[in-house]
């Protein structure tokens, strides 16, 4: 059983960059796939980004180029860059990991979850 731990999270003004970080525990991490999604009030929860245990990544249209995910197995972290922060990118950001080696989006393709870390991007 993974437990997942986010942090990172705060209120920033647009423009600003914040780096979100994903705690792992209970597993051997390396052998997980690890995504980050998040939800704004009122709408569902949307893919951000994957990376894979050969960190190989992808990432939602509208973040590519500005958040960078990476991993460190080594500290059982996986993080989540962001870069010049938008009004839109204000959400409740989650980290999610399941079991196995290939990339996946959607959000029932994750068994675990952390309980979510709030970034505010004021305009």
């Known amino acids: 059983q993974v437990q997942l731990v986010e942090s990172g999270g705060g209120l920033v003004q647009a423009g600003a960059s914040l780096r979100l970080s994903c705690a792992a525990s209970?597993?051997?991490?390396?052998?997980?796939?690890v995504g980050w999604f998040r939800q704004a009030p009122g709408k569902e929860r949307e893919f951000v980004a994957t990376?894979?245990?050969?960190?190989?990544?992808t990432y939602l249209s509208s973040v590519k180029g500005r958040f960078t995910v990476s991993r460190d197995n080594a500290k059982n972290t996986v993080y989540l860059q962001m870069n010049n922060l938008k009004a839109e990118d204000t959400a409740v950001y989650y980290c999610?990991?399941?079991?196995?080696?290939?990339?996946?989006?959607?959000?029932?393709?994750?068994?675990?979850w952390g309980q979510g870390t709030q970034v505010t991007v004021s305009s």
């Open positions: 209970g597993g051997t991490f390396s052998n997980y796939v």
């Open positions: 990376i894979n245990w050969r960190d190989i990544s």
């Open positions: 999610a990991a399941d079991r196995g080696y290939a990339m996946r989006t959607g959000v029932d393709s994750y068994d675990y």
